[in-house]
């Protein structure tokens, strides 16, 4: 793995996010690769703004990316986030339980969400927030989740900060030098998606949409879903199933 900068731990703080989002506004932004990781969250958010439940044992940490001309769009470090955990959970479990990715960027072990991903824009740099699931997952009635406790002893939660800021700075070394495409690429493979598949969109408001999944646009990772009729539609934001 490459060198990742040195992650600085709190014990407790609204959001890691809000944290470096604050210092970024504020013009002191942190060296790229450098993380700030909590121990303990209390106003932490997860994707469309949902709240990410705090858990005590469990990773919760933020990095910033500068923008640089001619890199991929900064929407799609969502991918760069989610191959990284699904990495990091990859070695830290040992082949205990595979993790699989979800698009836009959910983790899942057998099929039950085991991270939390978020990027917010601040000027030309990204804030990338992400929560891991290792010694405890939040119930909720209308979705699985899942822990890495559930299959393997509980991870140290800074042994596995370090693992992923290192996997972290190869991906995100892989999408400046080599672009989007082979990001894709290596998505799905560790996806459950392929040509043909069903798939069901649902938004925020409750409607839905079926098909069958027909790629990821190569400029940002949008969903393409072919619709009965045989037309496509072109998704960038939903849940799917």
């Known amino acids: 793995m490459s060198g990742s900068g040195p992650i600085t731990w709190v014990e407790e703080t609204g959001s890691t996010n809000a944290d470096l ?28 703004g949902r709240e990410w439940q705090d858990g005590s044992g469990n990773f919760m940490g933020s990095t ?15 991918f ?9 959970i990859d070695v830290t479990l040992d082949g205990a339980c595979r993790p699989k990715l979800k698009w836009p960027n959910d983790v899942l072990l057998n099929d039950g969400k085991v991270s939390g991903i978020l990027l917010e824009m601040i000027d ?21 989740t899942a822990a890495l406790s559930d299959y393997a002893a509980t991870p140290d939660v800074q042994s596995f900060g370090v693992t992923l800021a290192g996997v972290f700075a190869d991906y995100l070394k892989a999408w400046r030098k080599d672009g989007l495409v082979p990001i894709l690429k290596a998505f799905l493979h560790n996806s459950g998606y392929y040509t043909g598949a069903p798939v069901s969109v649902h938004d925020a408001d409750g409607s839905s949409v079926q098909g069958t999944f027909a790629g990821l646009e190569q400029v940002d990772g949008a969903l393409r879903l072919r619709l009965a009729d045989g037309s496509e539609r072109v998704i960038r934001a939903g849940d799917i199933s």
């Not at 989002?21 to 469309?48: F, L, N, T, Y």
């Not at 990316?65 to 900064?74: E, T």
């Open 21 to 48: 989002a604050s210092a970024v506004r504020a013009g002191d932004i942190p060296a790229e690769g450098a993380w700030h990781a909590a121990r303990r969250q209390s106003a932490g958010k997860g994707r469309q």
């Open 64 to 78: 910033v990316v500068a923008v640089r001309k001619g890199d991929p769009v900064p929407a799609s470090l969502s």
């Open 80 to 88: 760069v986030a989610a191959l990284a955990v699904g990495q990091a």
């Open 124 to 144: 030309h740099h990204v804030v990338v927030g992400i929560g891991v699931n290792l010694a405890s997952a939040p119930q909720f009635s209308d979705r699985k």
